[in-house]
């Protein structure tokens, strides 16, 4: 009888402890679309964020189940990198697949996004928020369930004629949008850090793009 007991006690012991999150785990996941035509345009700035980070940490992606992902340490913590091969419109399918691969806590995540919304070059993160017409974070919303989630928006702004929004996002960078790209990505990683770090509210307050501008 006692050792039936144990038995029953130590299942329910494993079963609990299959669910329990990893603290020190991060989950940043740069939505964009995969393809050749994609690369470097304005929707895909989750993923220039995050290639500008493997290039300074000089860590490389690999082809995992709904994207291509990579392993990044930094002081004891361990960022899960992803950019999810699923298309933009289906993202939420591989931030609720490496959410629970991982055992990564929500708290412990980040998106990053682009937003039509802010002028260029405008940095937001935020602990939570509405998807804002953003058909990605809109996805991900509909799949954990909720928005309790940060996410850092990318302003791409939005310079452009009526009825050609769909060309403009899709679109590359200008010439001078270009140069100023390095710094902005710097920035970035910083923030990504950051959460880890400092957290999500201090590190809003040092590195948000003032409302100013300055």
Not at 22 to 43: C, F, Q, S, W
Not at 75 to 101: C, D, E, F, H
Not at 151 to 176: A, N, P, T
Not at 180 to 195: A, D, F, R, V
Request: proline share 3%; aromatic share 10%; glycine share 10%.
């Amino acid at each position: 009888m006692i050792q039936f007991l144990k038995n029953i006690l130590g299942k329910i012991s494993s079963s609990d402890s299959d669910k329990k999150f990893d603290p020190m785990k991060y989950l940043v996941v740069g939505l964009g679309n995969i393809g050749a035509e994609y690369h470097n345009t304005r929707h895909n700035i989750g993923f220039s964020i995050l290639d500008a980070l493997a290039e300074t940490a000089k860590i490389e992606f690999k082809d995992a189940r709904y994207g291509a992902m990579c392993e990044y340490k930094f002081k004891g913590r361990t960022y899960i990198l992803v950019k999810p091969s699923t298309y933009m419109n289906l993202s939420g399918k591989a931030v609720n697949y490496w959410l629970q691969k991982e055992k990564i806590p929500v708290e412990n995540m980040m998106i990053l996004v682009d937003d039509l919304a802010l002028p260029f070059g405008t940095l937001r993160l935020r602990p939570k928020g509405s998807d804002a017409g953003h058909n990605g974070l809109k996805h991900i919303n509909a799949t954990l369930g909720h928005q309790n989630y940060a996410r850092l928006r990318f302003g791409i702004g939005d310079d452009f004629h009526k009825g050609q929004q769909v060309d403009y996002v899709l679109g590359k960078w200008s010439e001078e949008e270009s140069e100023k790209l390095p710094e902005l990505y710097k920035i970035c990683i910083n923030m990504i850090k950051g959460m880890s770090t400092i957290g999500i509210q201090r590190t809003m307050t040092a590195y948000n793009t003032k409302k100013n501008g300055k």
